[in-house]
Each structure stands twice: as structure tokens, then as C-alpha cells.
């Protein structure tokens, strides 16, 4: 029963590159969170999607960042034009749609962690 | 809006010392609480949760209760491990439209034999 699986685990890229992120959920979750750390800080959300469908994007910077969650195949997360701003830990999360309503209960990958040269 | 305050870290005990990793809230409504651990190379788990005043969440012999009057959800063990070695972030979510959490900065914990 695998968990979520997020890939690549370490990822450097230099200055005006692109990163991509990839996130499959657990099996049977529909819903995608992408969240960032920044070193010594907490995780800040950045983008709540369902397939297809971006519910919540309040987190993300307005610029060069941007997500999907096609029906089919996994969330991506893409940043274009990296700055070194960008390095930090991006850990994506998945929920099953419940129909008793949301729980909090998250579960987590273990982060994708992209350093900018 | 909404916030998280933990203590900072790291705190670092030997094994079977009392724990207690503070936690403080600011939010504008009822929001659920919870304590989230990360293991060493792990992505979080959901270690408790509480979701109403006086509640206390429990597992793995960590306890939290839900203090509204001190916007407070202090994590405590008893006697911890070198197993309980982790980070731990205390989040908080309104749970009105889905599950948005809120993290707090992580406190580490380092537990010496």
C-alpha cells in the first residue's frame, strides 16, 4: 500500500532554469496539497487541487509558479526561472474525499528538496 | 489571519524526561488542532488531533489538550524514547471547506539513551 510518492527527492538547478515536482497521491485520494519550507521555518501551504480542478491557489506567488493535478498521471509542480529564493523543501500531501467531511488527517510524501546554484 | 507559535528548538532530554513542547493559536474561529511528527527522512504523519475546547488528543503516549482560554495546545509525554526523536509541528485548520492546515515552525526533539 504505497504511500505518497514524490519525486525527484533532490533536485539543483541553476539560476533562470526550471524545476519540475511530481506527486502521486496515496491510491483512492483525489485531493493535492503542495506545500514549502523554507529552511527554519514552518510549512506554508501553497495550492489545494482536485483532478482537473485548482481549488485553492492563495499560497502561491503570483509569478513563474504554477500547478496541476491532471486526470490522469500525477500533480506537478512547476517553477520557471528558479532564483535562489526558491531553494527549500516542497512536500505534497494527499486526502481522500470523505463523505462524513474533512478530517485535517493529511498524509505526506517525503518532500522533494530543490537547491538553486 | 490565522497563526501557529511553537517553542523553538531543539530541545534536547535524556531518555525517560517529561516533554512538553509548547503550542499557542490565533484564530479568528473554532479551528481543530493537531500535532504533526516528522521522523528522520519521513514526510509528516498525524501523530493527534483534538476539534472542540477541553478536548484532549492522545497516541503513542503524547497528550494534548485544546485550551480555548489560553488558545493553547501544548504537546506532553511522560518518559520519551530515543524513538521520539522527530521534529514536531502543531497546525491548526478550520475544516469548513477542506484540509487547509495552518503549520507552525517545527519544534526538533533530540532524546539522549
Known amino acids: 500500500n504505497a504511500g505518497v510518492m514524490q519525486n525527484p527527492r533532490h533536485l539543483v538547478r541553476r539560476r533562470g532554469q526550471e524545476a519540475r515536482l511530481r506527486c502521486s497521491p496515496m491510491?483512492?485520494?483525489?485531493?493535492v496539497y503542495w506545500y514549502r519550507q523554507l529552511p527554519e521555518e514552518g510549512l506554508k501551504f501553497m495550492v489545494y487541487?482536485?483532478?482537473?480542478?485548482?481549488?485553492?491557489e492563495s499560497g502561491m506567488p503570483k509569478e513563474r509558479f504554477s500547478a496541476e493535478f491532471p486526470k490522469e498521471g500525477p500533480s506537478i509542480l512547476r517553477i520557471q526561472q528558479v532564483v535562489r529564493g526558491d531553494s527549500a523543501a516542497y512536500f505534497c500531501?494527499?486526502?481522500?474525499?470523505?463523505?462524513?467531511?474533512?478530517?485535517?488527517?493529511?498524509?505526506f510524501g517525503e518532500g522533494s528538496r530543490l537547491t538553486v546554484l | 489571519g490565522d497563526s501557529v507559535t511553537q517553542m523553538e528548538g531543539p530541545v534536547t532530554l535524556s531518555e525517560e524526561a517529561c516533554l512538553t513542547i509548547?503550542?499557542?493559536?490565533?484564530?479568528?474561529?473554532?479551528?481543530?488542532l493537531f500535532w504533526y511528527v516528522q521522523y528522520p527522512g519521513e514526510g509528516l504523519q498525524l501523530l493527534l488531533k483534538?476539534?472542540?475546547?477541553?478536548d484532549k488528543g492522545s497516541n503513542k503516549g503524547f497528550e494534548a489538550t485544546y485550551r480555548k482560554e489560553t488558545t493553547s495546545f501544548h504537546l506532553e509525554k511522560g518518559s520519551v524514547q530515543v524513538s521520539d526523536s522527530a521534529v514536531y509541528f502543531c497546525?491548526?485548520?478550520?475544516?469548513?471547506?477542506?484540509?487547509?492546515?495552518?503549520f507552525g515552525a517545527g519544534t526538533r526533539l533530540a532524546v539522549h539513551p
Open positions: 500531501a494527499s486526502s481522500p474525499t470523505s463523505a462524513s467531511g474533512y478530517t485535517g488527517e493529511l498524509f
Open positions: 491510491k483512492g485520494h483525489s485531493h
Open positions: 487541487l482536485q483532478k482537473e480542478n485548482i481549488i485553492d
Open positions: 509548547n503550542c499557542t493559536y490565533t484564530a479568528t474561529g473554532y479551528p481543530s
Open positions: 483534538a476539534t472542540k475546547a477541553d
Open positions: 497546525a491548526l485548520s478550520d475544516l469548513e471547506g477542506y484540509n487547509k492546515l495552518i
